[in-house]
């Protein structure tokens, strides 16, 4: 969610996967041996803008990258505001790593190369505000080894229902203004993310979860029976299944499984949003409170046809009173797919904020999946009136169904040295920082339990950040944050 403060396509995207192919086959020779533990030290000039609450006092936080930050092979870099949905990898062509974002409010993705010791070295932007076209959200690399294809960076635009995914080659030389790379056959949408499902979900098969972030959203499916086909496959929406089934979320209790479908659109490719969105009235598909972000379950063998996704919640103007038929503090559902059709299977609701308004998850907007628990980072930015807290990260344990309060936004709002600098207009109201992707990198670095979270810190604002992507054509100034969290349970 955005802070109001506020060749030809399909010959792209197969020569994208072809090269991708053959970047996948170099990257066992160039793995970094395990990352020591004691790399992970403060990168940053800039302190960390989070802190671990009660419970969770083991976390340890260190910084990895800020916008004061200035990195020696690209001095002139600046890393953006709002970095959002994400990807972290092992270098292919070298050692080191590379580390991909997205940018929501400039409309453009970073790539920041960093050494063997996870220090950051270099950056550039892989796309700016004239080629993301849109606001650009979350994001999923898919890769060969875990989807079956790729790499290839899915990021959704989400400027209104228009909008539409665009699949980068994060490894190709910088194409900045490029405006081809977007997949027709997934339609248009105010998307937030678009999650292919691990390989061994449905053999053979290609399996793309996408989320329209809208008042009106739908969990949307691009199903193909070729893998890593972006351009033929058919494209679904979840519906109730049954006779008149019911398309008003509210109409779902927690505490019951419901069983679901995604049925068809027609005319994908010559449709327009708005025609799109006709069809989800007229075929009575489910009309969420904005689906935000996407995961599936971790652990192989088929957990990932457990689908987590969020439904980050809408109100009346006056922020304190629902809309009718939506959900308005937030919803985390479970969809869990059949093991044979990934057309059908069950909804329940995992978390609700309706059971403690204001005290429990107020909406939640991005989501990380592993094998024992879902995180769920709040978007509490909508400023309800009756929210009590900053913007939390919560624990869902999947076996026991508990929650807990893990990490929170840290604004020092005692320390007036702090606040001049990262909150210079004196902005006071509570959750007015925002998350952006969560993603285990773990395996990666070779250290446990590793987690990288981006931040928006949106009342940190200096004209020296205006147009990070250098485009020109962004008049933003906030800066952006991500940091590296161990001992975040897996």
């Not at 802070?3 to 170099?26: D, E, I």
């Not at 969770?56 to 890393?79: A, N, Q, R, W």
Request: charged share 20%; net charge negative.
């Amino acid at each position: 969610m955005t802070f109001h403060y506020k060749l030809t396509a399909s010959t792209a995207l197969a020569a994208m996967v072809c090269g991708g192919l053959m970047f996948n086959g170099c990257t066992k020779d160039h793995n970094n041996p395990p990352l020591s533990p004691d790399k992970l030290v403060d990168r940053s000039v800039n302190p960390s803008l989070i802190k671990a609450l009660p419970g969770f006092e083991d976390l340890k936080i260190t910084t990895l990258i800020s916008s004061d930050d200035v990195l020696p092979d690209s001095p002139d870099f600046i890393y953006g505001a709002q970095p959002d949905g994400g990807a972290f990898i092992n270098n292919p062509n070298g050692s080191g790593y590379i580390m991909v974002n997205n940018h929501e409010i400039h409309r453009s993705v970073s790539r920041v190369f960093l050494d063997n010791d996870l220090k950051p070295v270099k950056g550039e932007y892989i796309v700016d505000y004239e080629g993301g076209q849109w606001r650009l959200c979350s994001a999923t690399l898919a890769t060969k080894e875990e989807h079956g294809f790729g790499p290839v960076f899915l990021t959704a635009g989400e400027s209104g229902a228009e909008s539409m995914t665009h699949a980068i080659d994060i490894l190709a030389p910088a194409d900045k203004k490029n405006q081809s790379r977007t997949i027709s056959a997934f339609g248009k949408w105010s998307a937030e993310n678009a999650v292919p499902l691990p390989k061994d979900a449905f053999a053979g098969k290609t399996v793309i979860i996408i989320g329209e972030d809208d008042g009106d959203g739908q969990l949307v499916a691009y199903v193909t029976d070729v893998v890593g086909d972006l351009n033929n496959g058919k494209l679904y929406a979840l519906r109730r299944a049954g006779a008149n089934p019911s398309p008003i979320e509210t109409d779902m209790a927690q505490g019951n499984w419901y069983d679901v479908e995604f049925v068809p659109f027609d005319d994908v490719k010559s449709s327009t949003g708005a025609q799109l969105q006709a069809q989800t009235v007229a075929k009575k598909m489910i009309q969420f409170a904005r689906v935000e972000d996407i995961d599936y379950q971790k652990g192989g063998n088929g957990a990932g046809r457990n689908i987590y996704f969020t439904a980050t919640g809408v109100s009346q103007g006056d922020k304190i009173s629902p809309v009718a038929g939506k959900t308005m503090w937030g919803r985390v559902y479970h969809l869990r797919l059949d093991d044979k059709n990934p057309l059908i299977g069950k909804l329940q609701i995992v978390m609700d904020g309706a059971d403690r308004p204001g005290n429990f998850i107020v909406n939640p907007d991005n989501i990380c999946v592993t094998k024992n628990y879902v995180y769920v980072q709040e978007d509490g930015d909508s400023f309800y009136a009756n929210n009590d807290h900053d913007g939390t990260i919560w624990q869902y344990n999947i076996a026991t169904k508990e929650s807990k309060a893990m990490i929170q936004m840290d604004h020092r709002r005692g320390d007036a040295a702090f606040n001049a600098k990262y909150n210079p207009t004196g902005f006071d109201k509570l959750s007015s920082w925002e998350y952006g992707a969560m993603i285990d990198i773990s395996d990666i670095i070779g250290i446990p339990e590793t987690f990288m979270i981006n931040l928006h810190p949106h009342t940190w604002v200096d004209p020296k950040y205006k147009s990070a992507d250098g485009s020109g054509l962004s008049s933003n100034m906030e800066g952006g944050q991500t940091v590296i969290v161990r001992g975040i349970k897996q």
